[in-house]
C-alpha cells in the first residue's frame, strides 16, 4: 500500500481515511471484504478474557467488563464457557447478552491435541476440537484458536504432517462454522515460529487456513518481526496484542511477564505499521496474563488495555 492513513483521519473516521485503507496500491480481496469500523479505526479491539482471568469472574461478567470498559468484540476461553455451561448457566442467554452488549465473539481459546502423532489421542482431539467449535457457534463466534497444544514439547515434528491434520481440523471447522486459526506458541519446540506456521498454512492448501500471531509469542519464539511484511494481512483476522519488558532475557521470558502495548520494548510502530500495510484490518485482541494486573479491578485493566492500543495504533500509524 501506498501510504498510511494520518492520525488525524483515523480519529475521525473520514471518507478520506477510508479511502486510504482500502483504495490505495493493489487492493486485496481480503481487505475489501474486512473493511475498517464503524468509528473509522483501521483495526477493531477485543478483550481476551485471559488477561482478567485471576479475577474469577463469571462469563456474563466477562461480557459485562469487556462492554463497559469499550471493546467491540470478546475473545473467551473454552474452560469458561464449559464452566458457565455445566453450572446451569445458558449459552444462548449468553449470546443474547453480548449481542445485547454490542460485542462481537472474535474467537475463542482452547487447547486440544490436535496435532500429536498418537492416532487414537488425535482422535480423541478431534472429537473435543468439535465440542469446542460447537460452544463458540453456539455463542454466535466464527473462529477459535488451533495452537500447538501436546506437540508443543516435541521437537522435529514433520511439518507435512501437520500440515495434513490442519486441513482436517480446517475440514472440521467447515462442518461446524468455526474457522480454525493457526496459532504459535513462543516457546514450543514445534511451531513456536512464524515461518512454520505459515509453513503449514501454505501447505494445508486451504482457502480457510489462517494464521494466529502474537507480539509475545513471535519475540520468545525468536521470530522478529520484519517477516510481517512477507504474509497477506488480509487473510488473518485476530492478532493477539501485548508487550514484553527488556530484562530477563527473551529465552527466560514466560506467559506472566506480558504488560500492556506500549510499556515494554516490542517495537510497536514497526508491528502495527506492517499488520496494516500487508492488509490487515482484523481484531487487535488483548492477551495478557501478568499476576499484578490479575490483583487489580478487572476494568480498571481491560480499559487500561484499550486505552493503550488505542495510543499505539494512533501513534503507528499517523503520517510521519
Known sequence: ??????????????????????????AMPAVAEQGVTESGEPFR????????????????????????AGYSGIEPWIRKLREHRESGGSLSELAQRIRDAGLTVEGAIGFPAWAVDEDQRRAKALDEFQRDMELVAQLGGQRIAAPPAGINRTPGMDLRRIADRYRDVLALGRRTGVRPQLEIWGSALTLGRVGEAAWVAVEADDPDAELLLDVYH??????????????????????????YPADPPREELNDSHRIFPGDGVAPMDQILRALYETGFRGALSL???????????????????????????RRALQNG
Open 45 to 68: 479491539y477485543c478483550l481476551n478474557t485471559g488477561t482478567i482471568m485471576g479475577q474469577n469472574l463469571s462469563a456474563v461478567e466477562e461480557v459485562r467488563v469487556a462492554a463497559e
Open 1 to 26: 500500500m501506498r501510504g498510511l492513513v494520518s492520525r488525524r483521519e483515523v480519529l475521525l473516521g473520514t471518507s478520506t481515511a477510508v479511502a486510504a485503507g482500502l483504495t490505495n496500491g493493489a
Open 287 to 313: 492477551e495478557l496474563f501478568h499476576r499484578e494486573y490479575w490483583q487489580q479491578d478487572a476494568i480498571r485493566v481491560a480499559r487500561a488495555g484499550l486505552a493503550k492500543m488505542q495510543s499505539a495504533v
Open 218 to 243: 513471535m519475540y520468545r519464539g525468536g521470530s522478529g518481526f520484519h517477516g510481517l511484511r512477507q504474509l497477506n494481512g488480509g487473510s488473518m483476522r485476530v492478532f493477539h496484542m501485548n508487550d
